[in-house]
């Protein structure tokens, strides 16, 4: 357990310092071009290609992972390395493939925007440039999968350091020379690093990678098998984003603003449950293959206890400090007052979705370490409806921000149905301790809300000198005060989380010798 906990710490400690990275970079390149129409474009490009393959990279890991896994498990390395080539050589020729008909359908695609009136030529030249990306992303999510199941856990989530740097550089010293267009190639560039820096820790394993095109192996026609309804609700959610994407490009100088918005509030909270999932994915696994379902129940609730002790503190933060929050991170160089406005507008619509996407996510992988990929698909479709439906209904009344605020009503919907699905399918998993433990979690984090909003009014009422410091200590104030406030909170209701943190600390400082 000590180990688990340990590994979890390592793999939590360098994601959320490549987020962290990846966040500055956002902010250099966001600060220096600002928010116009070739960011909008430059935000459209790199966001579509992403959509488009997630369905089919969330597929390749929730397939690749258990059957590699398994083979690895149970000493079978011939086979499994056998299955991971096929898999790769497979993924590439597909991925060429679509990038080819994305490179072909690029100007139809720029059509459906407001970027066919203005700024064509650039949008379609963009798309072309980043579409080829998604073979990168496929051999990126087979590396990472196959070096997960053989427990190294770092490099997978190291990857992203290496592309934030190589755009921060872009930017420092040659965005002024080659501007957006410029920053197109870095970014190319980077996002490719991402599956090329993996290549040295895999041959650092027994794993030799060599062509093979068998796909008529018997364990390949058996992932075929497996990925169609995986890809059915990966794609219905991925949808939902290339939807919200494809109607924010309508709104004028919002593409950005929303993408910002996503990468700060959903993706990082994302980062933290995938960084979760990728270590406790496999164990899931283990525990359905051999049958121990009150061990695997009793996990699902852990962990479902763990990522709502976390997420919805953060949502209520997210919510208390938001224009704290964007206005220290973007309210530089270019960007003005009206877009630090907007955008925290987007941020207080979109928080809420973190917590429904968290669950979701979480006991999405618990279904798929039981091979049942049709919940999954069901209910993933399920949020697309809801989302397109509440989206369509809310912009008349709410403009761009009717997408947010769609986006988190969808997410609420999708977690509910899914965790019904769960208990449906193995019976109670201590819904009652579950319950009672959201209840208290809720009730610390509503206090903490309610204790910053008064902190932020008169903390705007004062100068603290230069700008960097003010807008730093104007978001640092209320943020360790809501997380002292909390964490006391939720220890006065005895919340097992926050109460085993109080135990820790004690064993550790309390002087007691054995």
């Known amino acids: 357990m000590k180990s688990t906990a340990k590994t979890v710490g390592i793999v939590m400690f360098i994601t959320i310092f490549s987020r962290l990275l990846s966040l500055v970079s956002n902010m250099v390149y966001i600060a220096y071009f600002g928010i116009n129409l070739y960011m909008d474009i430059y935000s459209y490009s790199l966001q579509l290609p992403n959509i488009i393959f997630n369905s089919f990279g969330t597929a390749l890991v929730t397939v690749v992972i258990p059957i590699f896994a398994g083979y690895i498990g149970t000493g079978e390395k011939d086979r499994a390395y056998k299955f991971a080539n096929n898999i790769t050589c497979l993924s590439v020729v597909f991925t060429m493939g679509l990038t080819l008909v994305g ?37 990126n999510y087979i590396f990472q999968g196959i070096l997960q199941s053989m427990d190294r856990y770092n490099m997978p989530a190291f990857v992203s350091v290496p592309s934030s740097l190589i755009v921060i550089f872009y930017v420092i010293f040659l965005g002024e020379k080659f ?31 060599s062509i093979s095109f068998n ?38 100088d919002t593409v950005a603003l929303l993408t910002t918005v996503q990468n700060l509030v959903l993706y990082a909270v994302l980062a933290f449950i995938y960084s979760i ?34 997420l919805l503190p953060i949502a209520s933060g997210f919510i208390a400090v938001r224009y704290q929050l964007i ?6 160089g270019k960007v003005t007052a009206d877009n630090v406005s907007l955008a925290s507008n987007m941020m207080a619509l979109y928080s809420p979705g973190v917590i429904g996407i968290g669950i979701k996510e979480i006991v999405d992988r618990a279904f798929y370490s039981l091979k049942d990929t049709k919940r999954p698909a069901i209910n993933g479709v399920v949020i697309m409806l809801v989302n397109i439906a509440s989206s369509l209904v809310l912009i008349n009344f709410l403009g761009v921000l009717g997408i947010p605020a769609a986006y988190s009503i969808s997410t609420a919907v999708g977690a509910l149905t899914i965790l019904l699905m769960m208990r449906k399918k193995v019976g109670a998993f201590g819904g009652r301790i579950l319950f009672s433990a959201t209840l208290k979690i809720a009730v610390s984090s509503g206090i903490m809300l309610l204790s910053i909003l008064p902190l932020t009014s008169l903390l705007k009422q004062l100068i603290f000198g230069h700008a960097f410091l003010d807008k730093g200590l104007k978001l640092a104030i209320p943020v360790l005060a809501g997380v002292v406030v909390y964490f006391v909170v939720a220890c006065l209701l005895k919340v097992d989380e926050a109460v085993e943190v109080v135990e820790k600390i004690k064993n550790k400082f309390g002087g007691t010798n054995a």
């Open 215 to 252: 796909y008529r192996d018997e364990d390949i026609r058996y992932a075929l098998r497996l990925i169609p309804p995986v890809l059915i609700g990966t794609s219905a959610y991925q949808l939902n984003m290339l939807f919200n994407t494809t109607l924010s490009a309508n709104f004028k």
């Open 179 to 209: 501007g957006v267009k410029g920053l197109l190639i870095a970014t190319f560039i980077g996002l490719a690093s991402q599956a090329l820096i993996l290549i040295p820790a895999l041959m650092r394993t027994e794993y030799r990678f």
């Open 327 to 332: 206005d220290f991170l973007y309210g530089w």
């Open 277 to 310: 999932t990728s270590v406790f994915f496999p164990k899931f696994t283990v525990l359905a293959a051999r049958n121990d379902m009150e061990g695997f129940k009793d996990n699902l609730m852990k962990v479902l206890k763990v990522v709502l002790f976390f």
């Open 103 to 139: 490179m072909a359908a690029a100007p139809l695609i720029i059509s459906l925007t407001r970027f066919k009136f203005e700024g064509f030529g650039f949008a379609v030249a963009s798309l072309r440039i980043m579409f080829p990306v998604m073979i990168f992303y496929g051999l």
